[in-house]
């Protein structure tokens, strides 16, 4: 999920989100006002999915929230602040996300990556905790098969996936995203239609959220085959993949993600090792 470098459209100067970071537990009280908070931003990110930005009033958001009139002012301070709340939010989930299941890849912990596996189809940000907190596993692990690239010789010395290896890496980031974008369609299909609706603000944390987020892979690539492609070169190829792997939120309707899971994955292994 990410249009790194581009060029957005002018967005207008709306206050930007507040910052979602670690809450204390605090009273009942506290804890209830988060709530409502969370429920807003799982509201908007829906009804922007379905209608986009410019579809939805604040009033339709606080009444599919249970909010109702001014208390919706309360817990934002407007339309826009939602989105880029919910965007940067998942962008920073989806950085910490990829760094944390490539090092348990390298250093051979599969138990523990498989832990790391986003479960939750809430797109929104944590509010009662961090926004960085670890995703949880979906369901069982994917199918494991994968084509054997032809492009190094590299890959004919070791198994695809196996354990601690540049391959393993390259699998743990294709199961990771798969995951999230079974998990996380709205979010896409947000992204995909209104990332230019960001204000200034948020578009920057975003956009260099998203380019940490790339070259996470790109370093994988470049650690899987060193001396396939230059950077930039493997940078299409990691944004190529993301295109693939982010469609398909558009287009599985009606299908169980078990039966996808799998398919996808091994379509995405295919187009970085082609």
Known sequence: ????NDEPRAATDEPRA?????????????????????????????????????????GDIGEAAGVSGPAVYRHVSGKQALLGAILVDVSERLLEGVRRVAELAAADTTAELRADMPRSATPVPRVAE?????????????????AESPRSPAHTASTPGSP???????????????????????????QDRDLDRLSPDDRRTVRRLQ????????????????????????????????GLINSTPHSVRG????????????????????
Not at 1 to 4: D, F, G
Not at 164 to 183: I, K, M, N, Q, S
Not at 218 to 238: G, I, K
């Open 1 to 4: 999920m990410t249009r790194a």
């Open 18 to 58: 507040e910052a979602v970071g670690p809450r204390p537990a605090g009273t009942a009280r506290d804890r209830a006002k988060a709530d409502r908070r969370a429920a807003l931003l799982a509201a908007a990110a829906r009804l922007f999915a379905e209608r986009g930005f410019d579809g939805v009033t604040l």
């Open 130 to 146: 961090s926004p960085r907190s670890r995703a949880q596993p979906a369901s069982a692990a994917p199918d494991r098969r994968v």
């Open 164 to 190: 601690g290896t540049p391959d393993a890496v390259l699998r743990a980031l294709v199961d990771f995203h798969v995951e999230f974008a079974l998990a996380e369609a709205d979010v896409i299909r947000v």
């Open 211 to 242: 380019n940490a987020y790339v070259a996470m892979w790109t370093e994988a690539l470049a650690a899987a085959n060193p001396d396939a492609e230059n950077p930039a070169e493997r940078r299409v190829r990691a944004l190529a993949c993301f």
């Open 255 to 274: 299908v169980p993600a078990a039966r996808v899971r799998p398919t996808l994955t091994r379509m995405a292994l295919a187009a970085l090792t082609a």
